[in-house]
T-cell receptor, first 114, second 110 residues
Framework: SAVISQKPSRDICQRGTSLTIQCQVDSQVTMMFWYRQQPGQSLTLIAT?????????ESGFVIDKFPISRPNLTFSTLTVSNMSPEDSSIYLC???????????FGPGTRLTVT | TQLLEQSPQFLSIQEGENLTVYCNSSSVFSSLQWYRQEPGEGPVLLVT?????EVKKLKRLTFQFGDARKDSSLHITAAQPGDTGLYLC??????????FGDGTTLTVKP
């Protein structure tokens, strides 16, 4: 298994500003992902964070809005840029230890944009 | 993206009752996971099913993977208030990526 921490756990931000969310894992992992969970809804994959290269984004998500970094095998950041109230969600980091292994989630970051 | 449909979306029952949650797709998955999520927390993995027809038990929870690996069910026997939460199924489709069902919000009343 893996222990995942996220910072901040929650934040309230004004529209037009940006927030960077950090994800730290207690061991080296093969894959890291970022998900969004809007109020009362399920999880939607934003992107795969690739170590040392640009993230791979899912349909409907773009790098200018959600820039992602992954400088090593244990850490990643997601930035929510130029925020609007529609960005209010829980943002979750997840990891897969290796292909074919199970996925573990961080506790999430609850973002409210006013 | 492959879709997973979960039903029911909401379920409210009395303590001691049994329930079943369904997860269906037209796509085949290499594996399927069930998660439980409580408010303010990330999803916690309950089980992974890999083989068509597989049945796994976790105390009062029974998980089944369909023979064709397109659907799955979660059955809870004698539900307790501590079972309250959001139950999510997720299917692996591409190099570790998962697609999630819409979730089932379960409330067990004492």
């Amino acid at each position: 298994s893996a222990v995942i921490s996220q910072k901040p756990s929650r934040d309230i931000c004004q529209r037009g500003t940006s927030l960077t969310i950090q994800c730290q894992v207690d061991s080296q992992v093969t894959m890291m992902f970022w998900y969004r969970q809007q109020p009362g809804q399920s999880l939607t994959l934003i992107a795969t964070a690739n170590q040392g290269s640009e993230a791979t984004y899912e349909s409907g998500f773009v790098i200018d809005k959600f820039p992602i970094s992954r400088p090593n095998l244990t850490f990643s950041t997601l930035t929510v840029s130029n925020m609007s109230p529609e960005d209010s969600s829980i943002y979750l980091c997840s990891v897969v230890l290796a292909i074919g292994y199970e996925q573990y989630f961080g506790p999430g970051t609850r973002l409210t944009v006013t | 993206t492959q879709l997973l449909e979960q039903s029911p979306q909401f379920l409210s029952i009395q303590e001691g009752e049994n329930l079943t949650v369904y997860c269906n797709s037209s796509s085949v998955f290499s594996s399927l996971q069930w998660y439980r999520q409580e408010p303010g927390e990330g999803p916690v993995l309950l089980v992974t099913v890999v083989t068509g027809g597989e049945v796994k038990k976790l105390k009062r929870l029974t998980f089944q993977f369909g023979d064709a690996r397109k659907d799955s069910s979660l059955h809870i026997t004698a539900a307790q208030p501590g079972d309250t939460g959001l139950y999510l199924c997720a299917g692996d489709y591409d190099a570790g990526k998962s697609t999630f069902g819409d979730g089932t919000t379960l409330t067990v009343k004492p």
